[in-house]
């Protein structure tokens, strides 16, 4: 999501310098404490001293190693995954609920195996056959890693609206103006 945009941002407005910090969740002081004009990510909430654009969606992905018994017939599921390793998010207790009450839903109670705090080193340890996951993804194919067979969610629909989020005020910043003006759409 981020790469793209910057680079339009970057092209439309070579006079704008961005300052880009990745953080492990929504710091929503940071905007309150005026210390960032806008920041990028999923709200469980959106608190009414803040404006919001969706510029992605994002769905959860059941993701499996491609070797082994975990995928039956190129086609996953959580029941027949129960008794495998399940790798969750560690740090990011928003995620981890996600994923609790998705696993719950389908009356899944796996052994946790493993804890990480990134999609992508999840992916990492269910390519190496180590579990499996739950991940979010933006693109409609889902998570891509060799050794990686993913299968959207089906049930319960997992979508969650990635936000571009700024401060409520008078007029936006001129960087969150220009921003919101190359901003993707979901």
Do not use: N
């Not at 704008?16 to 910090?21: E, K, M, P, Q």
């Not at 969606?57 to 190693?65: M, Y």
């Amino acid at each position: 999501l981020m790469p793209e945009w910057l680079r339009r941002l970057q092209s439309r407005r070579p006079d704008i310098t961005v300052s880009l910090t990745e953080l492990p969740h929504a710091d929503l002081g940071l905007l309150r404490r005026a210390e960032a004009d806008l920041l990028v990510d999923w709200l469980p909430e959106v608190p009414p001293d803040v404006e919001v654009k969706e510029v992605a969606r994002a769905e959860a992905w059941i993701v499996a190693p491609t070797h082994g018994p975990y995928a039956q017939k190129g086609r996953l599921s959580l029941p027949a995954l129960a008794q495998v390793p399940f790798i969750g998010y560690h740090a990011d207790r928003q995620l981890r609920s996600l994923q609790a009450a998705a696993l719950d839903a389908h009356g899944v109670t796996p052994r946790e195996a493993f804890g990480a705090d990134s999609s992508d080193t999840i992916l990492g340890f269910v390519s190496a056959g180590l579990g499996f996951s739950l991940v979010p993804s933006l693109t409609a194919a889902g998570p891509k890693a060799p050794g990686v067979l993913a299968q959207k969610l089906e049930r319960p629909v997992a979508r969650f609206p990635i936000y571009a989020v700024w401060r409520k005020g008078k007029a936006p910043h001129p960087l969150v103006e220009a921003a919101l003006e190359c901003a993707p759409s979901p």
